[in-house]
């Protein structure tokens, strides 16, 4: 989960993206190889790494990985090198016989949730502008991105390791984690979902200086029907919980974590999914 996780901040400082993505990858990717206790790994790199071409539909494991900024381009780099060291060091085919390692990677979308303040991310500036009061610039209001609450992907990243642990060699390789089509939504959507909890969020519409993706879509089928995972909050309750979250730490001094912990596991278990014991 170790990254550098910003795009624009990537235009900044190159090297260091690549540095961290890529040579911290290969770190612990050798750590493994010399550790024989390893059974499990999942890594988790993001939406950015295909080739994005502006397509309408959402993108599978198996499309074009590429990256225009350093941020995409280290990502699927990553990619790149987990592939190279499961064909070499880590093949499913020998798996049991040759070794006992399974690695995956796990590609999330738009990661939003209570306590992220990185940044140049929409959600964390929106919240921000609580503290300060200033005027929020928003880049490219038109850009659509699978969002999705943090602790649906974390749930499929670890129902992922969970199945890799078990020994079961299918669910090595890549896997996509992001919300489903109907809820997909643009920048401009979400700042009219914040005004709802914070009235007098003051907002300035503008186009971004570096080339950002404007449309960016995942195709989650396989995680739908493999794995029996699905996203638990949709885009309405996903932005609540996230709004809400920053709203009472601003204006209570309250950390709304454990109780929405609470409130996920219990909508889990109305669910009936399948890592819910």
């Not at 900024?69 to 016989?97: M, Q, R």
């Not at 879509?217 to 949709?234: D, E, Y």
Request: charged share 25%.
């Amino acid at each position: 989960l170790a990254a550098q996780p910003l795009v624009r901040y990537s235009y900044a400082e190159p090297s260091e993206t690549y540095e961290t993505n890529v040579i911290g990858t290969l770190n612990v990717l050798e750590s493994c190889r010399n550790t024989a206790s390893v059974k499990a790994v999942v890594c988790v790199t993001t939406d950015k790494v295909y080739e994005n071409i502006e397509s309408s539909e959402g993108y599978i494991e198996t499309d074009r990985l590429g990256g225009y900024d350093p941020y995409s381009s280290s990502k699927a780099c990553t990619e790149i090198l987990t592939h190279s060291y499961v064909s070499s060091f880590f093949n499913p085919k020998d798996f049991g016989i040759k070794h006992n390692t399974l690695i995956a990677t796990a590609r999330g979308g738009n990661v939003i949730g209570g306590g992220d303040w990185s940044e140049d991310r929409l959600i964390p500036d929106i919240a921000k502008t609580m503290d300060t009061g200033k005027m929020l610039a928003i880049r490219n209001p038109a850009s659509v991105r699978p969002w999705q609450h943090v602790l649906d992907c974390l749930s499929g990243y670890l129902l992922l390791g969970h199945k890799l642990l078990e020994g079961n060699k299918s669910y090595s390789g890549p896997w996509n984690f992001g919300p489903t089509e109907t809820d997909l939504v643009t920048v401009k959507n979400i700042v009219q979902i914040a005004k709802k909890y914070f009235p007098s969020l003051s907002v300035k519409f503008g186009e971004a200086s570096l080339h950002e993706t404007e449309t960016l879509q995942l195709n989650c089928n396989k995680a739908f029907n493999q794995l029996n995972w699905k996203p638990i909050w949709g885009r309405e309750i996903m932005f609540e919980k996230t709004f809400e979250w920053y709203k009472e730490f601003y204006l209570e001094q309250k950390v709304n974590t454990e109780k929405q912990l609470e409130d996920y596991l219990k909508a889990a278990v109305k669910e009936k999914l399948s890592w819910v014991k």
